[in-house]
């Protein structure tokens, strides 16, 4: 579904992504690992487009893309939960989720059933603002509102970030349902050395902005991959 070869970002002269390289599939979980600063959030602004990259090539499902801006990617099946959540405070649940019609065809303007199974507290306050929800509640609202778009590749940017332990279970829950469908990429950012490797079919690790090592998560000692997580 996705391929990044060789991309590089630069925020200004500094250049923070050096020659990045990675494959996503269907059906699988991606999970890019590293210490704070090395890049992990620089590299999902730059897939999402968010953030321009200054070079590489990215193919989503057989398509070479240019540097197309985030709605346009949107369209083409990118569905992206930036760190720090973003929701609208101001809008009630329901609304914050009607957001994410806005690259979708007009007869695809509906919340499907299947977000409120997902995340049945969604359906018990749509009607409250976002910002009256808890942090753990908003991070399933913005789960839930990337997935209204309909993406064949979903970036999660740490989803346990400042997360209760029972929500991030669930959050784990809903990624392996969303996995186990076989119809959409997962590349995930976590820090949460547990719950990653739970979830991960493959990894790929950076540092200083490369990448040092990846692979299937089975082929990779745990030591190993601790070891090159942490400080």
């Known amino acids: 579904m996705l391929t990044v070869r060789d991309l590089t970002l630069h925020y200004g002269h500094s250049q923070i992504l050096n020659g990045i390289s990675l494959d996503a599939a269907l059906g699988q979980v991606t999970c890019v690992m590293g210490t704070n600063g090395v890049g992990k959030t620089s590299l999902m602004k730059a897939i999402s487009g968010t953030h321009p990259r200054t070079g590489g090539e990215v193919t989503l499902d057989g398509r070479t893309i240019g540097r197309l801006r985030a709605h346009d990617l949107a369209r083409l099946g990118v569905g992206y939960v930036p760190q720090g959540r973003e929701i609208f405070p101001l809008l009630t649940v329901e609304e914050n989720l009607e957001t994410g019609f806005a690259c979708l065809p007009k007869s695809e303007h509906g919340i499907p059933a299947e977000i409120y199974d997902l995340f049945p507290v969604l359906k018990e306050m749509k009607h409250r603002n ?14 839930a509102r990337a997935l209204i778009t309909r993406p064949k590749l979903l970036l999660l940017d740490e ?4 997360i209760q332990p029972n929500i991030i279970q669930q959050i784990g829950n809903v990624i392996r349902q969303l996995r186990d469908r076989g119809d959409m990429a997962i590349v995930l950012v976590e820090q949460y050395f547990d719950f990653a490797c739970a979830l991960a079919d493959r990894v790929v690790v950076l540092k200083r902005g ?7 998560i089975g082929d990779i000692p745990r030591e190993d991959l601790l070891k090159a997580v942490t400080v």
């Open 210 to 216: 490369a990448v040092t090592m990846q692979g299937a």
């Open 159 to 162: 989803p346990t970030e400042g």
């Open 130 to 143: 976002g910002g009256d929800l808890s942090g753990g509640q908003q991070q399933q609202l913005a789960i």
